[in-house]
């Protein structure tokens, strides 16, 4: 599993006080932290008012290129935000993200072409979220399509499907998982992602259904998953996954988190 790190997040009422008070200390401890814990990409977005969006999220960014190697995953809503920070990332990353709403594809596909950044691609449009498997497979087609019209290949797009909460829709994993077969079938080197607290938006215990979230996507083939690589239940979760699936030889991967203390001890 790819991991990218979520928890350099202005919407964290922490994280947010610590952009308002500029506290540098704050987020270098965040960036090196996610990396130690595992993380392959650190996703940082602003979640700031758009006057300020830019210049917060450059600030975020040069503090995570002077704490860790990482790479970034730049997230925003607006893509001309995006544009304007792009030129700060030191190392090949990841944009989150593009949809087919509004001018995002023709603004980021473009800036993105001749490099090997690679791109999250939403599937939704100036609709929403679609209820359907077929209007999400029928929007990620579209994306692919565009992208590869801009040179970046499928194997550089992770689709995510935008799980709906359970609690609003019963089958919202039943149709996560035909969602990322179908987008699979079409182009088996795309990958699929997916952020993994929706899902029980609504619900007690949460981290309950997170986890076996977790570990169903991952069966259903999920690639990425937007993570706190901190939360220990997690990472335990998703090595034990993978070890059963038949992915970690010898459970060596498993083992090693747990005899350095990543697993199995509480925070
Ligand atoms: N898809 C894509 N990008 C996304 C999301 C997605 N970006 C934003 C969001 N969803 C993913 N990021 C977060 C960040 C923080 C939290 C949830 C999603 C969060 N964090 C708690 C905290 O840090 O206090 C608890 C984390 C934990 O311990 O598990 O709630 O879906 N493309």
């Not at 699979?184 to 309950?208: A, C, D, E």
Request: charged share 25%; proline share 5%; hydrophobic share 40%.
């Amino acid at each position: 599993m790819i991991i990218i790190g979520e928890k350099i997040n202005g919407t964290i009422p922490s994280v947010k006080k610590a952009i308002e008070e500029r506290d540098e200390k704050f987020i270098y401890n965040l960036a090196v932290r996610q990396a130690e814990a595992g993380a392959d990409y650190i996703d940082v977005c602003a979640g700031t008012d758009p006057m300020i969006e830019v210049e917060t999220l450059k600030w975020l960014i040069d503090i995570v290129q002077d704490a860790v190697d990482t790479p970034l995953s730049i997230d925003s809503p607006n893509p001309r935000t995006i544009e304007s920070v792009f030129p700060y990332a030191k190392r090949t990353g990841i944009i989150n993200s593009v949809s087919e709403e509004g001018e995002k594809c023709e603004v980021i596909f473009p800036l993105i072409n001749t490099t090997e950044w690679q791109v999250i691609a939403l599937t939704c449009d100036s609709r929403g979220i679609p209820a359907d498997v077929q209007t999400r497979a029928d929007i990620a087609k579209i994306l692919v399509e565009k992208a590869q019209k801009n040179n970046i290949t499928p194997d550089r797009i992770h689709i995510d499907p935008l799980v709906i909460a359970l609690s609003t829709d019963n089958n919202s994993l039943i149709k996560f998982m035909e969602t990322t077969s179908t987008i699979k079938r079409l182009y088996p080197t795309v990958k699929v992602t997916s952020g993994l607290s929706n899902i029980s938006f609504g619900m007690p215990l949460r981290r309950i259904v997170n986890q076996n979230f977790l570990t169903l996507a991952t069966y259903a083939g999920m690639d990425s998953a937007i993570m706190d690589p901190c939360n220990q239940e997690m990472m335990a979760t998703l090595l034990a996954s993978e070890a059963l699936l038949g992915r970690d030889k010898f459970c060596r991967k498993y083992s090693n988190a747990f005899r350095k203390g990543k697993i199995g001890v509480k925070k």
